[in-house]
């Protein structure tokens, strides 16, 4: 039960996604965040990490550098 909590308490909120592009957009950002969780990075810095690299990348290998279980994202303090 414990798992699936998130999932139910988000539930409530996607009701209110009024096109199938914002649902399928929601479902792809929880994705991202939830693939980071089960990879034990923290969501925003991870998300953070990737995306102030990602317009940098330019092969295969610069992309999978970036995934949640290929990289260590630095927290600025």
Do not use: M
């Not at 923290?42 to 990289?71: F, I, K, M, S, T």
Request: glycine share 6%; proline share 9%; charged share 20%.
């Amino acid at each position: 039960e414990r798992a699936i909590r998130p999932f139910v308490i988000g539930r409530k909120a996607w009701l209110f996604s009024d096109t199938p592009k914002g649902a399928t957009a929601s479902a792809q950002l929880y994705s991202l965040v939830e693939t980071a969780r089960a990879n034990g990075q923290e969501p925003y810095a991870w998300l953070r990490h990737v995306l102030e690299r990602l317009p940098a990348a330019q092969g295969v290998g610069d992309y999978e550098a970036l995934l949640p279980w290929n990289c260590t994202p630095t927290v600025p303090l």
